[in-house]
């Protein structure tokens, strides 16, 4: 509507310049054009940005879709105006751009508030961009009424500047915040990536000259743009422009004419016509060019990696609590009491940052990132829980340097009490230290030596080492992960580089890239990827680009996946059947043990009080890769078993998690400990 009305607005402001300039121009003989005029003009514009997008390439949002956008700017150039024939010019013009547009869109998803109730949550997603462009703009022009002239052309840019911010904002409800603690986040901004470098747009308006000398004419117009090109490639972004300004002419007048010069007569000179003989050589066919073929397809791949028919993508969500238990465990560099750099540590005027809502917000995290936390989550805990004491015991390896070195093991202990009690105000009386060489439950000092470099921490009040529970929404996929199948037919050349991009409504959720042959299959696990699962029931286009070693040949194969989104407020609509979905990860065992501990019990009977006899339990054991394969595999199940005996209730199966599969880094000793664990999935029916 504010758009119509500006049009308006400015086609009657162009009328009336125009019989105004009518009215002076009585006392002036207008003239039709003879010679060619040249000039300078100047235009605001106001823009639409007529769009269909998530977000920009490989950027981070959550935004739905951005519809379209508003702007301002403005076109500065020189012209030069060529006369073709009665009535109609040519106009020449040199423009250079500079406009900013802004697309906001407000969407609104259930949240949890500070209750743990689902309320709806309203955000904000805003994109800016600031677009500058230099480019040429033929125009016709027909004086269709004296000095009124229609216009129509085209316009060629290039781009100069292509550059935008974005962010994401919380608008209600008023105490909620994003992981980060704030209620702003993805905040980016930079160059527009994969940016369109020449653009192309149709140009129709009026313009109106009124003389202001011989030599001087001033010419308002109006124009109206429409963009036929894409600002970013692959991306549904075209640029419209209602522009109204004025053009300032100057005609250069004839001079006096001079007498006539009478040249003397030439005389005709007759050309010599010399005959040649013409030998036609006949010259061989070329030889055919190498051509190249690529093709692309997708199937699915069940748990066990076997591929299955891919006729859709459904992906659903529930309602799920998850469980991250911490390893009070801290540990040192060989003959070091210098706390690692992989652990995460605040400055002291950050600790106000590290709230309950932060801890609730590391869902995107998996338990090995919450663990290096694990100072900050215990200072925060001994902050809130006043009476709560702490005990740090430090240990060593008992081998070459660290050899019966109690020192170290001090040093180690203070180390983490000193962080403690200077980033989080603790009263040092609150931590008490104690030494020791190799831990009282050691690992094996052959395979486990790094296991023993560590400070232990337990405590009298048990809340402050409890797991991190999370409320959260959990999104499935069936099937879990997509197989691509790229291949490439190439004759007498080699592939130089290729790449799969898999994309939906134009945010890309995976991309691949190499150089040289390309591999026969590239696989996409989405189930593991709950930060950027696809979230609405669009199709998922995927498409494989390769180029070869000539860098002349290119090809390009594509296909689509059918998507079905199934959201918590779909099913509720629809009355459909649903189900909790628990994950608890993980429940963690000393070395080469299954032994169930009075930690462990308090972990199951927390997860027996959320089960019923409905519920559908699975457990899998885990063990890190020391030891044999016998005695590994035997080891899975030993503590699938344990946990299964203890909890006692529902529909359970139990299962070792295999040979080599491993949950964490191997290499490091937190996560050897954090694979020495049994992942426990319930599925429990909501009662309608």
């Known amino acids: 509507m504010r758009m119509k009305k500006l049009v308006t607005t400015s086609i009657i402001t162009l009328l009336l310049v125009a019989g105004f300039g009518m009215y002076t121009a009585k006392s002036q003989s207008v003239t039709e054009q003879k010679t060619s005029r040249f000039g300078l003009f100047g235009d605001v514009g106001l823009f639409q940005h007529s769009s269909d997008f998530r977000g920009l390439p490989g950027l981070p949002t959550c935004c739905p879709r951005y519809d379209n956008g508003t702007g301002t700017g403005l076109f500065l150039g020189v012209v030069y105006d060529i006369p073709l024939s009665t009535g109609f010019s040519l106009n020449l013009r040199g423009v250079y751009s500079s406009h900013k547009g802004t697309f906001t869109n407000t969407e609104t998803r259930p949240v949890l508030d500070n209750t743990n109730t689902v309320v709806d949550g309203i955000f904000e997603h805003r994109l800016e961009t600031t677009l500058g462009v230099i480019g040429f703009e033929p125009i016709v022009r027909y004086s269709v009424l004296g000095n009124l002239a229609i216009n129509g052309g085209a316009t060629i840019s290039y781009a100069l500047q292509k550059n935008y911010t974005q962010q994401e904002t919380i608008l209600s409800p008023s105490t909620g915040t994003f992981g980060n603690g704030k209620r702003v986040e993805l905040q980016n901004d930079g160059a527009i990536p994969q940016s369109s470098s020449i653009g192309l747009a149709a140009l129709a308006g009026l313009s109106y000259d009124i003389p202001l ?32 300004g004025a053009t300032l002419f100057y005609q250069p007048q004839p001079s006096v004419a001079k007498e006539p010069i009478i040249e003397p007569e030439k005389i005709e000179e ?65 003959n070091s009491a210098e706390i690692p750099a992989r652990y995460n540590v605040l400055h002291n005027s950050k600790i106000q940052e590290f709230t309950d809502k932060s801890l609730k917000n590391l869902q995107n995290k998996n338990s090995l990132e919450v663990y290096y936390d694990i100072l900050n ?49 603790i009263a040092p009386n609150r931590i008490t230290t104690k030494t020791r060489n190799l831990p009282e439950v050691s690992s094996n000092i052959e395979t486990g030596v790094e296991e023993n470099r560590r400070v232990e921490l337990s405590s009298t009040v048990l809340e402050v080492l409890d797991p991190i529970i999370i409320l959260d929404t959990l999104r499935t996929t069936n099937p879990p992960s997509v197989k691509f ?13 290729w790449n799969v991009v898999a994309s939906q409504q134009g945010k890309i959720h995976r991309s691949y890239k190499g150089d040289g042959e390309i591999p026969r299959s590239l696989i996409w696990r989405i189930n593991d990827e709950q930060a950027t699962m696809p979230r609405e029931s669009t ?16 090809a390009t194969s ?75 595999q035997s080891l899975q199940l030993q503590r699938a078993n344990a946990v299964a005996k203890a909890l006692n209730k529902g529909a359970i199966t139990v299962k070792g998690s295999g040979d080599s599969e491993q949950l964490f880094d191997n290499a490091l000793p937190e996560g050897r400990f954090y694979n020495r664990t049994v992942v426990i999935e319930v599925e429990t029916p909501i009662e309608k």
């Open 485 to 497: 199948l790229p291949s490439a037919v190439i004759v007498e050349t080699g592939v130089k580089t």
């Open 377 to 425: 989550v215990v200072g925060f805990r001994m902050s809130r829980l006043p009476k709560s004491k702490l005990t740090l015991t430090g240990c060593n390896s008992n081998l070459n340097a660290e050899l019966g070195n109690l020192k170290l093991s001090e040093a180690r202990a203070e180390a983490v009490k000193n962080y403690l009690v200077n980033t989080w105000n």
């Open 558 to 632: 594509s296909g689509s996946i059918p998507v079905e989104f199934i959201s918590i407020e779909r099913k509720q609509s629809e009355k459909r059947e649903d189900k909790y979905i628990d994950r608890y990860n993980l429940i963690l065992f000393d070395f080469d043990r299954a032994t169930i501990t009075p930690n462990h019990k308090r972990i199951i009977d927390f997860i027996g009080r959320r089960t019923t006899d409905k519920s559908t339990i699975g457990i899998v054991g885990y063990t890190d890769l020391k030891g044999t394969l016998e005695r590994n």
């Open 539 to 554: 199709p998922i286009d995927y498409t494989l680009n390769a180029t070869d070693k000539t860098g002349q040949l290119t």
């Open 213 to 244: 000398s011989k030599a001087w004419t001033l010419a308002p117009e109006f124009l109206y743009t429409i963009g036929l090109t894409n600002e970013v490639q692959d991306l549904k972004w075209t640029v419209n422009a209602m522009r109204f």
């Open 270 to 334: 007759k050309p010599v016509i010399v005959e040649k003989n013409i030998v036609q050589i006949e010259t061989p066919p070329n030889p055919p060019k190498p051509t190249m073929t690529v093709n692309i397809q997708a199937v699915g791949m069940d748990n066990t990696d076997t591929e299955v028919p891919l006729e859709r993508l459904r992906i659903e969500e529930f309602i799920s609590t998850q469980m991250y238990p911490l390893l009070n465990y801290v540990f040192f560099d060989d």
